[in-house]
């Protein structure tokens, strides 16, 4: 403990800088994933093979890609901009999956009615379909971030500065404390930013919000599986 | 008026929906479109708004032919109501029903303050603006699909078995308003419905459908009732049991002898 508040300044710059690494790769993930996985839905040959290949990506060991990416993007292996790639990198083929059962799972006559009202394709997607795919969306969204968070500590290994750190330099130098005090800020940072994307959600889907509203009135312990 | 020429529907799958078909719905009357499943009413109704290309022929509205207009413009000027009502599930009563006015361009809050006018017509407190589609109750919902249909003032309106999912007592209901708003309306309206006394409720003119989009019988209720034109007819109207009635003293009897009315 006394180890903790003697590195306290080192555990919340090691803890910023993994949320810092893991934030933009999870947008990017999101952003990446949503369009890859609606052109896929569009024949069942084409969801099978992009499905396929995320499910291959994803098998990639992480190491080695943190290593080989850098030869193809042509940056530093320990630049925050590589270890983000890698991290988007697997995000989109996490994403990809969730992101296309719930682009999918949205009501077709719902999607027809907006067809019949005169929506034109682009706009039916993203002020109905999309929107409607969002509590889905939501909770691959969470799983994502989570499997994120913590699959930014492997980047330690190359030297880049994350919650990670504590784990190899506890290791290195023996103190239990700064092994400990890794994986609990590693935790601490998956439920923060799990906490803000359920926020977020409340925000943006407000229908959602009624509707758990009832639900919870009605039966008094919903299961409202989120993840 | 909306006319359907030589009209053929074959499904990917080699189904055929419809034959060949030629159909005339006069303005401003109710044409209903009557038939058991897998007679391509649905198809036929479809073919006007461009949910659904003809394999051939041509489908007119006005003597245009809808192939020649686009597709989302032509949507937005033709009012369409469907079964379970397909009502957008994240927007507002008020705001599905304004759904079409804002796609047109319409500025919001005008498009908003004409839908609460329009929930009145149709009968709906304009207290539940704020509700969601799903607190309310399935002929509500139709209701409300029936205002969003009508949200942009089209001169045609096509309703694909909206009263189908909700019970007797209030199908009824929705059936008389209907008739009441049409009176006042004038619309161009294509009915669909498997149901044959909807169709002798509403319908100007009624078309009876066989299987693959062929048409058994058209006409008023009256011309088809008192003389349909083959015993499928005849058969899918009831007429050969149910409807077969006499007079027992006071009594009108149907076939078994149970008495279904009195005469007055």
Redesign the interface.
Known sequence: MTWVLDNLSTILGAGWAHLWLALPAIVISFLVAVPIAYLANRYRWSRFTVLLAAALLYAIPSLPLFIVLPLVLGTPVRSTTNVIAALGLYGVALMVRYAADALDAV?P??L?????????AT?RFLS?QL??A?PALLAGVRVLSVSTVSLVPVSALLGVNSLGLLLTDGFQRGIVAEVLAGIVATVVVALAVDLGLVALGRLV?P?ER??TA?SSRKAPAPVEVAA | MIEFRHVAKTYEDGTVAVGDLSLVAPSGEITVLVGSSGCGKTTLLRMV?R?VSPTSGQVLIDDTDVADRNA?????SIG?V?Q?S??????TVVDNIA??PV??GTPVAEARERALELMTTVGLDPAQARR?P??LSGGQQQRVGVA?GLASDPNILLMDEPFGAVDPIVRADLQRELVRLQAELHKTILFVTHDIAEAIALGDRIVILATGGRIAQQGTPTEIMTEPADDFVAQFLGLDSGRALRVDGQLVVDQTGRPVGRLT
């Open positions: 009501e006559d719902t027809l009615a907006a067809t019949a009202m005169g929506y034109g706009r109905v929107p409607l969002g889907l229908w009624a509707r009832r | 708004n949910l989302v413009e032509l949507r937005r369409y469907m379970n397909g009502l957008l599930p994240h927007r759904t079409v796609l047109r969601y799903w607190q969003r």
